[in-house]
């Protein structure tokens, strides 16, 4: 329980990071808050997906009881389970990979079965093994990722707030909003959810986690977050069987016919596969379903998929983009079946030799509806930049979804200059 006094240090510390819209009329259902406890302040009307059909409030309602301070992987654990209403302040940076007296917990003390990388390479090398991993190595391989999994999944429950104090990490984590409704999670730094045992298809590695995953989910608000890959590039790890050995999969996915998110004010920094929306093209249950609003973020020297949607409705505005490594980009917005991207006044700044048509990729798509997009200093069309490269794959300027609700879009200059000076997590003077 959070006395008095704390309360107050905390609604002054993560003021200065976390801004709130000022409150617009309430829809019906939802009451806008002002209040200056960041753990009770709840999404605003009208900003973005998830302040529709409700809104979202997370744990504003907790009882004192459940107002919790943490700073431990158990106590994150413990804090973050079950249904009631509930206020997680994370105080401290908590890696996920610690044991609960505090030792660290290293790949190895996770291996199962007689499970060793050096064995796994030597059972599966192409040269004498033919197809994807099997058998009693690869038993073995899963046992010990479920080990890791066990450790490091961070299942958060329903009507829950999870907010950083000040400028703190959470390491190691893959952040689970599954089959709930109602999470807000604000001010944290999340990072390097690594994969010690990549497994192999016959074609490349997979790698198991996410930094955050939203599936199945309705009613989420992610708010001035930093997700990164930390200490672990994955540019930087080895090739074994002619590919690339990595260690992460998703930064930020929504899956599974999760639905009403608001991604807001974050920073996503230096990611391979980093926004999947929708994860398979057969998914014929998400129709319907995968509204996300992504609005005020920096997306920095993400690969691909920023994001790539699958039959979801995607309102994409006010984002500025960088790219600064031409060999390993991309492409950012990726058309896949039955989406619907809405983007409006976003920036990219595109190292030389990126061309703007770069930044689309048709994946059984059918179009995008883009408008106000500056390109290095330049009001530029995407849409026709791309079509005028791709004559024989070319994209409608219209889809079939909606925005749905959103704040007063700015141009995209002025959103530039306020996302490169309050997005991201941590204390700003």
């Known amino acids: 329980m959070i006395t008095a006094p704390v309360s107050i240090a905390i609604a002054a510390a ?60 158990d106590e994150l654990a413990a804090a973050v389970a079950g249904n009631k209403p509930k206020i997680v302040y994370v105080k401290a940076d908590i890696n996920a990979n610690t044991a609960s007296d505090g ?19 030597a059972a599966f090398d192409p040269s004498h ?74 074609e490349t590695w997979k790698t198991e986690w996410d930094n955050l995953v939203v599936s199945g989910s309705t009613h989420v608000w992610l708010d001035h977050l930093t997700l990164d890959d930390g200490a672990t590039a994955d540019a930087e790890q080895p090739r074994y069987f002619g590919e690339p050995f990595l260690r992460h999969d998703g930064l930020l996915d929504v899956v599974r016919q999760a639905d009403l998110v608001t991604v807001s004010w974050s920073r996503m920094v230096g990611h391979d596969k980093s926004l999947l929306w929708g994860n398979g093209d057969g998914a014929t249950g998400d129709r319907g379903k995968l509204r996300v609003t992504l609005h005020h973020n920096e997306l920095v020297d993400l690969e691909q998929r920023a994001p790539r949607v699958r039959f979801g409705q995607a309102h994409v505005y006010n984002n500025v983009y960088r790219v600064t ?60 930049a791309y079509n005028s490269a791709n004559p024989g794959q070319m994209l409608a300027p219209e889809v079939s979804g909606s925005p749905g609700p959103h704040l007063p879009i700015e141009p995209a200059p002025a959103a530039r200059e306020r996302v490169e000076r309050d997005a991201g997590s941590g204390l700003r003077s």
Not at 37 to 62: I, Y
Not at 107 to 119: H, V
Not at 333 to 350: C, D, K, P, Q, Y
């Open 129 to 202: 093994w033919n197809g994807k991993a099997s058998g009693p190595l690869e038993d073995a391989r899963k046992a010990s990722s479920a080990n890791q999994q066990k450790q490091i999944r961070m299942d958060v429950g329903a009507n829950t707030t999870i907010i950083g104090l000040g400028n703190v990490q959470l390491t190691g984590f893959t952040v689970n909003i599954d089959q709930v409704d109602n999470v807000i999670v604000r001010n944290l730094r999340i990072s390097d959810a690594y994969d010690c045992f990549p497994g192999w298809n016959g």
């Open 325 to 384: 490594s031409p060999g390993r980009y991309q492409y950012s917005w990726g058309v896949g079946v039955e989406s619907s991207i809405i983007a409006r006044n976003n920036t990219f700044e595109l190292a030389e030799g990126i061309s703007p048509d770069r930044i689309l990729r048709d994946f059984g798509g059918t179009g995008i509806d883009e408008e106000g997009t500056w390109v290095n200093g330049r009001h530029i069309s995407v849409l026709d």
């Open 14 to 73: 993560v003021a200065l990071t976390v801004p709130v819209p000022a409150p617009a009329p309430a829809p019906q259902g939802m009451e806008a808050t002002s209040t200056s406890d960041p753990g009770r302040q709840t999404l605003a009307p009208r900003d973005g997906w998830a302040s529709f059909d409700g809104g979202t409030t997370g744990g504003a309602n907790a009882a004192p009881d459940d107002v919790h301070e943490v700073s431990t992987r």
């Open 103 to 121: 030792t660290p917990i290293t790949c190895q003390d996770y291996a199962a079965n007689g499970y060793s990388l050096d064995a796994y390479l």
